[in-house]
């Protein structure tokens, strides 16, 4: 009974939270506004109110996004602090597929400084600590000599280990992107470990909707690896994430070589893409399949779930989407883009 009042209290305040989401008059008053800051202002006295605050302050996209992100998860931090353990550590690792985001940054940043000597004065991170999963000082993780420096500083964090491992790969290729890769992977698959150790129901339910999202995940990742080149499917065996709720390892490349197969797949999954399977790339095929994942998973879960964690899964995948069709639409405003092809790109991420 205390479990059901708990999660009564919790999906009254997201629901109320939800309520705030940007309506579609916003995104299109942004669109057609004829500048970064005039496009800002529509976000003044919203939820979304820390972007422009930050941006307003600051003149930096990269610091807006963290900012917004920052207060969007430790609401969703707070919201899961009266509930289990186990579901404590679940929703950390919700929070842990945000962080890696900006952990990533802040590695670029040094690598382009310490490592390639290239000029990458465009990247930017939030200056002192910031806590989305663990607390984290980017400043002195910008400012180390070494990838063993930063393993140290991030010792604390279940990242130190990632970045040991994978550092000789770092160094001897001249690249960032086996630890990236790493990085990803352990965000993915350490959410379905915390959500195995849920209580009986409560991993029914997340399942249902997490589900489909490492399904998809997984897709996205191997899709881009072939685009990127690898041809040979055993590079791949090793980096399927289990979890989802339709693939197969065997499936999974099958798919990822074969752009029709995906594409009547994605169509399977969500019907209402149908008549874009014909039309346009896999890759943004893949685009409006997330986008789908996020609207019609984050809707399904609060119908559905009512008293279970995966309320706040809706909550983390109805923000998402609005966080990245904010970040869309900016940085397009950033390196300017006409209103027609904006509306373009807002609507690969919006039906």
């Known amino acids: 009974m205390i479990a059901v009042q708990k999660y009564a209290y919790i999906n ?22 004829a500048s970064v800051e005039e496009a800002m202002m529509q976000l003044s006295g919203t939820s ?11 003149g930096d996209l990269m610091l807006a996004e963290q900012a917004l992100t920052e207060v969007h998860m430790r609401y969703i931090t707070q919201i899961g602090a009266g509930l289990t353990s186990e579901i404590r550590a679940f929703v950390q690792a919700l929070l842990v597929l945000q962080e890696v985001r900006f952990l990533k940054t802040a590695l670029r940043v040094w690598f382009y400084r310490e490592i390639s000597a290239k000029n990458r004065s465009y990247l930017s991170m939030q200056s002192g600590e910031m806590y989305i999963a663990y607390l984290i000082n980017y400043d002195n993780l910008m400012a180390s000599t070494s990838l063993s420096d930063i393993a140290n500083q991030l010792k604390a964090t279940p990242y130190s ?20 890769v790493a990085l990803d992977r352990y965000a993915l698959s350490n959410l379905h470990n915390k959500s195995m150790l849920l209580p009986a129901t409560e991993q ?13 995940e997984n897709i996205v990742y191997g899709k881009g690896k072939v685009l990127y080149g690898a041809e040979d499917p055993a590079l791949f065996e090793s980096e399927f994430v289990l979890g989802g709720i339709a693939l197969t390892k065997e499936k999974w490349i099958e ?32 685009q409006c ?3 789908r994942l996020y609207v ?14 995966v309320s706040i899964v809706a909550y983390f995948l109805l923000i ?8 869309t639409l900016f940085n397009g405003k950033a390196y300017g883009l006409d209103t027609t092809a904006l509306m373009s790109r807002i609507a690969l991420q919006v039906e």
């Open 320 to 327: 998402e989407r609005d966080i990245r069709r904010i970040i």
């Open 12 to 33: 009254a305040r997201l629901r109320a939270r939800l309520s705030a989401l940007l309506e579609e008059a916003t995104v299109y008053k942004m669109v057609e506004a």
């Open 204 to 216: 029914i339910a997340v399942k249902s909707i997490l589900g489909r999202y490492i399904d998809l």
């Open 296 to 309: 019609e998973g984050g809707q399904r879960a609060l119908m559905q779930y009512p008293f279970s964690c």
């Open 255 to 286: 798919i990822i070589f074969d752009d029709a197969a995906l594409k009547e797949l994605l169509a399977q999954w969500y019907p209402s893409l149908q008549h874009k399977a014909s039309e346009v790339p896999v890759s943004v095929l893949m």
């Open 289 to 291: 399949a997330q986008d």
């Open 48 to 58: 979304y109110e820390s972007f422009y605050a930050s941006y307003k302050k600051h």
């Open 161 to 180: 280990a990632i970045i040991e491992k994978n550092a000789p790969d770092v160094m001897r290729e001249q690249s960032l992107y086996v630890l990236e």
